[in-house]
């Protein structure tokens, strides 16, 4: 499975908006880069994916960038309930398994 | 949306009792699911995949007679984890695939403690 990488963790105040990088330089032509978060004791929770076009939702946005080997999860006001483990994942698809890294930590201080 | 129900919410029980987990995925079909260990402060680790009809597949290194997988029905897979001990205690998590080329949904999970 291709791999990525991500900060350790990130810091970011209430309202405003975050940046979370992922490095995917390994990525195939058919990889979709998912993009999940997981709050305390709970599953994980779908955020964004996307192939090649930068891709807009209710939750966040995914920039990807042209050479598509690094992407960038856009949360354009951050809240306390954004706080959560950011997992950047390569897939081949929906019904493909997902190989979860350690993922991004984010704290949103009030 | 797509829902993927997984019960119990938590378990605990003595050593060597053996422990089923069910995962269910409410208004859809799911042909495929999947199963994952979370242990504490580490990421998830895809144990194996539950396929409907068939044998489970299992990742490399995951007992497939410790953990016994039952798919049943379009709607249902189980996990059983046969004669737990303590080292078996851990969050275990099952997905599927959503209806129609939809991402994977992921279950509430299920907090396994042996004593």
């Known amino acids: 499975d291709a791999k990525t990488t991500q900060p350790n963790s990130m810091e970011s105040n209430e309202e405003e908006p975050v940046h979370l990088p992922c490095n995917h330089s390994t990525i195939s032509g058919t990889d979709y880069i998912h993009w999940y978060r997981q709050l305390p004791s709970q599953g994980p929770e779908y955020v964004i994916h996307g192939l090649t076009s930068n891709v807009n939702n209710r939750m966040a946005s995914l920039a990807i960038a042209e050479d598509r080997k690094s992407s960038t999860l856009i949360l354009h006001r951050a809240t306390l309930r954004d706080a959560a483990v950011y997992y950047c994942?390569?897939?081949?698809?929906?019904?493909?398994?997902?190989?979860f890294g350690k993922g991004t930590l984010l704290t949103v201080n009030p | 949306g797509a829902v993927v129900s997984q019960h119990p919410s938590r378990v605990i029980c003595k050593s060597g009792t053996s422990v089923k987990i069910e995962c269910r995925s409410l208004?859809?079909?799911?042909?495929?699911m999947f199963w994952y260990r979370q242990f504490p402060k580490q990421s998830l680790m895809l144990m194996a995949t539950?396929?409907?009809?068939?044998?489970?597949?299992?990742e490399q290194g995951v007992e497939k007679d410790k953990f016994l997988i039952n798919h049943a029905s379009l709607t249902l897979s189980t996990l059983t984890v046969t004669s737990a001990h303590p080292e078996d205690s851990s969050f275990y998590i099952c997905s599927a695939p959503g209806p129609d080329n939809q991402p994977q949904h992921f279950g509430d999970g299920t907090r396994l403690s042996i004593l």
């Open positions: 994942i390569l897939s081949g698809g929906s019904n493909y398994k997902l190989t």
């Open positions: 208004d859809f079909q799911a042909t495929t």
């Open positions: 539950s396929n409907e009809g068939s044998k489970a597949t299992y």
